[in-house]
Every structure is written in structure tokens, then in C-alpha cells.
């Protein structure tokens, strides 16, 4: 077994053993604590050396793909503007005093 890929979190390493078990390459994930109760680390997804090349190839596509996702119309953001986060606080804010502001009254 090599490594192809190494990642920081679990479920970036079992969703790519899920996506190279789909095409039917065998995974193994080391490293990480990953079935431990405190997962710290790097986790390495390990192939077969037969199948090292076949599934960097299988990766490199689906990175270059994913690159590509981001721009298709009707797709959300990944985050919002400061802007906006600082409109609703405001927009909470005058809410809460104007409701104080009818309280008192």
C-alpha cells in the first residue's frame, strides 16, 4: 500500500475512499486517530501500488473538475460578504432598541 493522498480531517479521507472504492480501488486510511476519540492529524488514504497511479489520475481529475463548479449558475456562495453579516447585526440591533424604545413609553 502507498500513499496518494494526504489529508487533515476525517471526512475528507473517507469521502475520497468512498469515491476510489467506486471505481474499485481498495483504500486504507492511516494515520490521524481515525477511529480513536481524539482524531489530531494528518490522515493518509493508501492505495495498492498498482493502483497508485490510476487513482492520483482519478484525484487530479476531480480536483481540476471541482475547480470548476464554483462559477455555474445558481450556485450559492461559499460565504457571505462582511457587509452583510454587519447589515443584519445593525438591522437586530435598531429591532431590539426600537422595541425597548416602545416598552418604555
Known amino acids: 500500500m502507498v500513499p496518494v493522498r494526504r489529508v487533515s480531517d476525517q471526512f475528507s479521507a473517507r469521502v475520497i475512499a468512498a469515491r476510489l472504492?467506486?471505481?474499485g480501488i481498495v483504500?486504507?486510511?492511516?494515520?490521524?486517530?481515525?477511529?480513536?476519540?481524539y482524531p489530531f492529524g494528518n490522515i493518509e488514504i493508501l492505495v495498492p501500488e498498482d493502483d497508485a497511479e490510476v487513482a492520483r489520475d482519478l484525484l487530479l481529475a476531480d480536483d481540476v473538475e471541482s475547480?470548476?463548479?464554483d462559477g455555474e449558475p445558481g450556485s450559492v456562495p461559499a460565504r457571505w460578504p462582511w457587509w452583510v453579516g454587519a447589515a443584519v447585526a445593525l438591522v437586530l440591533v435598531l429591532a431590539a432598541f426600537a422595541r425597548?424604545?416602545?416598552?418604555t413609553a
Open 100 to 103: 425597548v424604545l416602545d416598552l
Open 67 to 69: 475547480a470548476f463548479d
Open 21 to 23: 472504492g467506486a471505481e
Open 27 to 37: 483504500t486504507q486510511l492511516r494515520g490521524g486517530g481515525i477511529d480513536g476519540l
